[in-house]
């Protein structure tokens, strides 16, 4: 048995105080410290739930000195359970780096589930939710969140962001300029009073903010592209060249002529038949 202590993950509402599991608050009532990325925040819910314990900081701009001084608490036996602002650590914030220091270390870490805004957002959204991806954050500089935007542009799955209110806009016209129009749904304010799912397209999301002020937090999820749009996209890639010159591709790859000829008929979405009666005309 190890003596060393047990980092747990609780997650803590995202707005709606009824989320909080049973299991959860048991955990908050057991450990020894409670790790917390914004401890005033944390405070109110443990007052609310009536629990008291030792609070430490640990946020994106002190996780260096403190994710040191969690481990070394954690290795002398203490059980610390770190929760976020709200939703899930781990999940676009700082605990994805004391897990990875905690697990070099030989520490376990227990994750205790609840809510997280992707999850909720996605699942009431409309969109495809059997296979999706999660993108938390765009980048701030907008060259480098278009590049992030054109790596993700020929994504089938759905897609799911979260973003500050006051960078909406920015993000939107990006995601319209990189992806084109797509269906989003908008999911603000998840688990609250004001909460609201607005179901437009990447342009109508444009107009309509640009004529009322984002409020609130917001998770994005945006439809992936359609496979046939993917295929004609292939499709008109290859009509720009001829088909010589793309049968002449593959067999500078060392294909003999029958193969070239079937990725050449795949590629262009013809038979085998038209590019090789299409050849031997010339
Ligand atoms: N760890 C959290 C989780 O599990 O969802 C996410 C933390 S991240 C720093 C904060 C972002 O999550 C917000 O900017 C927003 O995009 C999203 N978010 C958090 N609470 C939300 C809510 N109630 N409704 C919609 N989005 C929310």
Redesign the pocket.
């Known amino acids: 048995m190890s003596d060393k202590g047990i980092l747990y993950l609780v ?1 803590t509402p ?2 709606n105080l009824e989320d909080m599991t049973l299991r959860a608050i048991r955990v908050l009532n057991q450990v020894d410290i409670i790790a917390a ?1 914004d401890t005033r925040q944390t405070l109110k819910l443990l007052n609310h739930l009536e629990i008291k314990k030792p609070l430490i900081s640990y946020y994106e701009h002190n996780k260096i000195t403190k994710g040191n001084y969690i481990i070394d608490q954690l290795l002398s036996g203490k059980e610390i359970a770190l929760v ?10 700082p ?1 994805e780096d004391l897990v990875k220091l905690a697990i070099e270390n030989g520490i376990n870490v227990t994750p205790i589930p609840g ?7 996605i699942i009431a959204s409309g969109l495809c939710s059997g296979r999706f991806v999660f993108e ?2 765009l980048p701030m500089n907008k060259k480098v969140r278009k590049e992030r935007l054109s790596q993700i542009k020929s994504e089938i799955r759905t897609m799911v ?4 209110p006051h960078k909406l806009i920015y993000s939107l016209n990006d995601m319209y300029e990189v992806l084109g129009d797509r269906n989003i749904v908008l ?6 009073k004001f ?1 609201e799912f607005i179901r437009l397209t990447l342009k109508e999301a444009i107009e309509y903010y640009t004529l009322k002020a984002p409020k ?4 994005l999820i945006i439809e992936g592209v359609k496979e046939e749009i993917l295929e004609e996209e292939k499709i008109e890639k290859w009509n720009t060249i001829s088909l010589e010159e793309h049968l002449q591709i593959y067999l500078d790859m060392e294909m003999t002529k029958k193969e070239a000829i079937i990725k050449v008929a795949s590629d262009r979405g013809l038979s085998k038949r038209d590019v090789y009666n299409s050849i031997m005309k010339k």
């Not at 962001?161 to 500050?164: D, L, S």
């Not at 999911?187 to 609250?192: I, N, Q, V």
């Open positions: 997650a995202i707005g990325e976020s602002d709200a939703g899930t650590p781990g999940i676009s914030d605990g809510p997280v805004a992707a999850i909720a957002g938390g954050f962001f979260y973003e500050a999911a603000r304010e998840l688990t609250k909460e609130g937090e917001y998770v």
